[in-house]
């Protein structure tokens, strides 16, 4: 009950919002209000264990029930973490932007149709609920409501469906090879002998292919540099973590709940997203290298670094899928507060292009401080957050061994060289003198607590992560 | 457990913030609190060296992966307590550097963290551990470069960054590569399991780790930032960079070489020869150079290829390095306080004339004994004179390299490499002479064409704050060199155990004429060379003076000509790759399958429409009469119109009104009806009436099914 009521809230009060015309500070408290208590409900289903709840019942096949696993348990309270602090930041953002109730409004659904995604206890629910998200995220990205904001929505959209139409093919031969779409630790066919196993890796591969769309595996990953016209709590919170997360989320649901590893390690079915992982590792890169707008490049960045993720989960072994897990978390939060940061230079300074924000590291400090920090982070120093994944993600790899994931290896560590390149020289130009000085209207206490508290828990998993990796180790070596 | 290292090692952070806040009111009381804190820590470093009979060490498993280790043994302890000293003499000496100076608040900010991080490399236990800290101090040093925010020290910071990212990165693929194939990072962990991997196997790691800590170091080819990053930054920051950041990547060579390489021949040479290379690069450019800082900084390059030069040397005397291991720790020792007094030295000309040319500060020191006194004791120092430290560390090495080919001239080899080497190695004693007496005459001798009467009215070219500074540095270092035998050689002795060396067959007298004779072989070069060297590099100019020509060979730059060419093709090329791939399914994929599927679908729904087109040509081909202007009607009509009409005609005549016709109504229902018939006809000969009768069918079918 508490899984359907923690989805539940956010969509009903989120659809409900245009009905009670609130002016904005209500309305404001009603945001915050709603958002809070769910994610105090998912604190209180991560914290004590909760049944599975059926919801509907298609069939005796095919069922819609939720329920929160470990595995489940990591992505939603990540994003029952962030969204909190993403809401505080849209209600500056979009202090003078129109159309805000209807923002607001799709911005609350999304957060229930995400958790709807952590709670999954079957393929077919997760898929449900990934349908979802591509529509309630939709009006989100279209928001800008110009023709580039339409077309970089209807872009969103094609891609999303067309990987979806993939994924069903992979849910498909899920049902028919194994009877069931629920999510096994080891997935459905451990210790059972296979015929067909040929013919599962191809449904694997196909629906490794539909969720890469969203998690933006080169070839399939336009949309998302696309989709940085939106406004910055959506590009921040949707592209940076929740929608882009759910399909790594998903893809690690399927790899090890639903196939299982045993039947897809050794095989193509391994071999093909390893390399195309491995590929966009570097791909991501080069592209945000060249990329001059700055929404653009984080956009591309985290096209590389979800890359990495499935880099490790792709590894098909225990350690490699903590790293996947690790670099899971830690990115999402550094990038969170990149997104966020630019978001501000984006309305306060009008910076959008990498040479506009000459000078705002003297003018606007704190943000200068917390972009620097975290692009020193995303590049892998020591010894803060990326440095520790890309570590474990490495070891992962050559405990392997194999020429794909040591060609992983030397993509991370180019990549970690060329983040090092595309982050740090916005991060110095900000402190270089402008050529005239900057106007600036003074900025909100909201985006400096925002930042502010993102950075110190950045900071404080730097020092001290040791309790998070050993629950994401025992999640994984479970999953195996 | 000793907490003191860690405490050592992370005081300096914690400092930091406060001082940094300070700053923003007042930057003066940001030095002082650097000042006070450098206090602490060199009070906890001379604690630590003093008390160390054994090992202390701390750990803490688990931070950042593998766990952090710190352990203080001889070497450690001491390199420790060089850091804090030196951090200390130029935290003294700022204030006074720092009078007119901006953002000093970031300035000690930062400077606190290389502090702290650079105790955590020499403290370190483990290569992950030196890693962590090392890259810290990458970047916290960076902000040093570009302190004064000009333009070259904004190029200068650029080249220092990318460099130190880069070499971070290679050193990271080291480590990890060795991190596989030994299972420890730890250095004793190293030491056990290097014999037993051989040496192929540790090559690429141990060459991929040599790049990261060499390219801190400034070892050729990746010494392009030195002679660029040490002008530009403030004299104290410069002494800093130049005194123990190299040293850092030293001692990271120094880990790597006597652990993993520790009899290795083909190591050994190998950093012989790019020691050779960057003792001889160096002295040269440092000939050529006018601007003072930029010389001293080619003459740091040229010491640390001494100090590699010594690193090879052990690697390739194995069980009998002790000669070359004790050259290399007092090589390392001197460098650091040599450059320490000379860097603030000169921070004290540049403080008092605001320009670091040769031409524009010569004369300045002519009536300054304390000046002169101090840096005569560096220069004196670096030239090897005897009596100086410098000659103590040159003549170990010089022994290390001439024990090594005698003992390959013994075994029956030829030994041409080595004997070259030890010829580069005394030449380059007498070109470091050379550049040393270029710079002490012209400071100190010369006349200045027009400012020397001013130079010579200046007051205190130093604070007394400063003075001390200087002063105790350039003490230390004078008497280290007094009587090597004692302090060095102890301070060599405690080193040992860290490189793995032993204690030397016999005690080394310095003074001996073999010795002797090595040392003055190099000044007596350096002497001869001079004159020539002052006809090659001054010219007459137009008043008829003599002025220092720069004959610095900027063509021969290689970041401009290699590095910065090679970066921006590869970044080119990658982009020019991947910009069409970013785009394919966008504009060929999609387009491609779309067009095709629409293609398709349309020839379906022509098809579809031939099917209903060939059925409205044959069957329900509708067949069209000619309209008649005369409607037909029926019986029917004839009798309902004759009808309504005579009943028309009755009522009209009863009101007294027109009659209208007699077939008005017969008229009219014969048109209703034909028109009707035509409708019909009509419709019933479409295709979509067929289908709904056919539909009806179904329906009416179906119903007859299910109410069965």
């Keep these: 009950m508490t899984l359907l009521l923690a989805i539940a809230l956010p969509v009903a009060l989120g659809a409900l919002l245009p009905v009670f015309r609130l002016k904005t500070g209500n309305r404001n408290l009603y945001l915050m209000l709603a958002t809070l208590l769910t994610s105090a409900l998912c604190a209180y289903a991560i914290a004590v264990d909760i049944p599975a709840l059926r919801l509907i019942s298609l069939n005796n096949k095919l069922t819609i029930t939720l329920r929160l696993d470990e595995q489940g348990k990591i992505f939603c309270a990540l994003v029952a973490f962030l969204w909190p602090f993403a809401m505080l930041y849209a209600f500056n953002y979009m202090k003078d932007e129109h159309k805000q109730t209807s923002f607001f409004s799709f911005f609350l659904m999304s957060y229930g149709v995400t958790l709807g995604i952590a709670m999954s206890a079957n393929l077919l629910t997760l898929y449900v609920f990934y349908e979802v998200l591509t529509l309630t995220t939709l009006p989100l990205v279209m928001h800008g409501g110009s023709q580039k904001s339409i077309r970089a929505g209807l872009k969103y959209l094609y891609y999303s469906l067309g990987g979806s139409a993939f994924a069903f093919i992979g849910l498909a031969y899920l049902v028919y090879f194994g009877g069931q779409t629920t999510f096994v630790p080891g997935g459905l066919f451990k210790g059972i002998s296979l015929m067909h196993t040929q013919q599962l890796r191809l449904g694997y591969l196909l629906c490794f292919l539909g969720f890469s769309v969203k998690a933006s595996v080169f070839p399939l990953h336009g949309w998302l540099p696309t989709a940085a016209v939106a406004p910055t709590p959506v590009t921040a919170l949707l592209h940076a973590v929740a929608v882009v997360k759910s399909g790594v989320f998903a893809i690690i649901r399927v790899t090890y709940y639903s196939f299982g590893a045993s039947v897809l390690a050794g095989s193509y079915a391994q071999y093909i997203p390893l390399a195309l992982t491995t590929f966009t590792i570097v791909f991501g890169c080069t592209m945000a290298l060249k990329e001059k707008h700055l929404k653009r490049r984080l956009a591309y960045s985290t096209v590389s670094n979800l890359s990495y993720i499935l880099f490790g989960a792709m590894l098909l072994s225990a350690q490699g899928l903590t790293a996947g897990l690790m670099h899971l978390i830690f990115h999402a939060l550094m990038k969170i507060v990149l997104f966020l940061a630019v978001g501000v230079y984006n309305k306060r300074a009008n910076a959008y292009y990498v040479d506009q924000v000459r000078g705002l590291g003297t003018t606007l400090p704190l943000l200068g401080v917390v972009f620097t920090l975290s692009s020193l982070a995303m590049t892998g120093i020591p010894p803060l957050i990326g440095f520790i994944s890309k570590w474990a993600l490495a070891e992962a790899a050559l405990l392997i061994g194999g020429p794909l994931p040591l060609m992983g290896v030397v993509a991370l560590l180019i990549s970690a060289l060329l983040t090092g390149i595309y982050l740090m020289v916005p991060a110095v130009t900000m402190y270089t003198r402008p050529s005239q000085g900057n106007q600036l209207t003074p900025v909100e206490a909201g985006f400096k607590v925002t930042l502010a508290t993102l950075s110190l828990v950045v900071l404080a998993l730097s020092a001290y992560s040791i309790p998070l990796i050993d629950y994401l180790a025992r999640t994984a070596a479970q999953a195996m | ?708």
């Excluded at chain 2, 880069?166 to 190293?190: C, D, H, I, K, P």
């Excluded at chain 2, 429409?609 to 029926?634: I, Q």
């Design chain 2, 1 to 708: 457990m000793n907490w003191m290292l860690p405490v050592m090692v992370f005081l300096p952070f914690a400092a930091a913030l406060p001082a940094f806040l300070l700053g923003r009111r007042k930057g003066a009381a940001s030095l002082q609190l650097m000042i006070g804190a450098n206090l602490l820590v060199f009070a906890l470093a001379l604690a630590l060296f003093l008390n160390t009979k054994g090992t202390a060490s701390f750990a803490i498993p688990g931070f950042v992966g593998l766990g952090l280790n710190l352990t203080a043994d001889g070497f450690r302890s001491l390199y420790a307590l060089v850091a804090a000293f030196m951090w200390l003499m130029t935290s003294l000496f700022s204030p006074q550097y720092f009078e007119h100076g901006h953002a000093l608040g970031r300035y000690s900010l930062f400077s606190l963290f290389t502090l702290g991080a650079t105790l955590g490399v020499f403290l370190s236990d483990d290569l992950l551990t030196a890693f962590v800290f090392f890259e810290i101090l990458s970047f916290t040093s960076y902000v040093w470069v570009i302190h004064e925010q000009t333009p070259q020290a904004m190029r200068a910071g650029q080249t220092y960054l990318a460099i130190a990212i880069l070499g971070g990165m290679t050193m990271l693929m080291g480590l990890m590569m060795l991190y596989q194939r030994v299972g420890s990072l730890r250095f004793e962990a190293l030491a056990q399991a290097a014999p037993t991997l051989g040496h192929d196997t540790l090559m690429l790691p141990g060459l991929l780790i040599l790049a990261g800590f060499g390219a801190k170091a400034g070892m050729y080819p990746l010494h392009v930032w030195l002679p660029k990053a040490h002008p530009v930054a403030p004299a104290p920051a410069s002494a800093l960079l130049s005194g123990i950041l190299t040293k850092v990547g030293v001692y990271g060579i120094l880990v790597i070489s006597t652990r993993l390489f520790f009899d290795d021949t083909v190591w050994g040479t190998l950093l012989l020869v790019l020691g050779l290379v960057n003792m001889v690069l160096g002295a040269v450019l440092a000939l050529f150079s006018i601007d003072l800082k930029r010389t001293l900084a080619c003459s740091s390059m040229s010491q640390i290829g001494f100090i590699l030069f010594g690193v090879g040397c052990q690697a390739l005397l194995g069980e009998h390095n002790a000669l070359a291991a004790q050259g290399t720790v007092l090589h390392m020792l001197n460098h650091s306080l040599i450059k320490l007094v000379l860097f603030m030295a000169a921070g004290v000309v540049y403080l008092n004339t605001h320009s670091l040319n040769l031409n524009e500060i010569r004369g300045y020191g002519r009536r300054k004994p304390g000046l002169m006194l101090i840096f005569l004791t560096g220069a004196a120092s670096i030239s090897a004179l005897p009596f100086f430290s410098g000659y103590a560390s040159k003549t170990l090495l010089h022994e290390a390299i001439v024990e090594y080919f005698v003992h390959l001239l013994d075994l029956g080899h030829s030994a041409l490499l080595y004997q070259a080497a030890e010829w580069l190695f005394v030449i380059t004693g007498g070109l470091t002479f050379c550049y040393m007496i270029k710079l002490f005459v012209a400071i100190f001798v010369e006349r200045h064409p027009s400012r020397q009467t001013s130079y010579d009215r200046m007051g205190r070219s130093m604070s007394p704050l400063s003075a001390t500074a200087l002063g105790l540095s350039a003490l230390v270092l004078f008497a280290l060199g007094l009587h090597p035998e004692g302090w060095l050689t102890s301070l060599a002795t405690r080193s040992l155990p860290f490189l793995h060396a032993h204690e030397p067959a016999h005690a080394v007298h310095f003074l001996a004429w073999v010795n002797l004779s090595g040392g003055l072989k190099s000044l007596l070069l350096g002497v001869l060379l001079y004159p020539l060297a002052r006809k090659w590099l001054m010219v007459r100019d137009e008043g008829g003076q003599l002025v220092y020509v720069n004959r610095w060979p900027a063509w021969l730059d290689l970041e401009d000509r290699l590095y910065r060419p090679l970066v921006s093709f590869l970044v080119r090329t990658g982009t020019l790759l991947c910009t069409p791939l970013d785009l394919i399914m966008d504009r060929f994929v999609f387009p491609a399958v779309s067009n095709s599927l629409t293609f398709i679908s349309r020839v379906l729904e022509s098809l579809v429409d031939g099917v209903s087109l060939l059925l409205m040509r044959t069957m329900l081909k509708p067949r069209y009469e000619k309209a008649t202007l005369v409607p037909h009607g029926n019986r029917l009509t004839y009798a309902l119109g004759r009808t309504a009409d005579v009943l028309t005609g009755l009522i009209r005549r009863f009101f007294g009104m027109q009659p209208r016709g007699p077939y008005h109504y017969v008229r009219l229902y014969a048109l209703i009806w034909d028109t009707a018939q035509d409708t019909m006809r009509r419709i019933l000969r479409t295709l979509s009436f067929g289908l709904i009768l056919f539909a009806l069918g179904l329906v009416a079918l179906l119903a007859l099914l299910l109410l069965r």
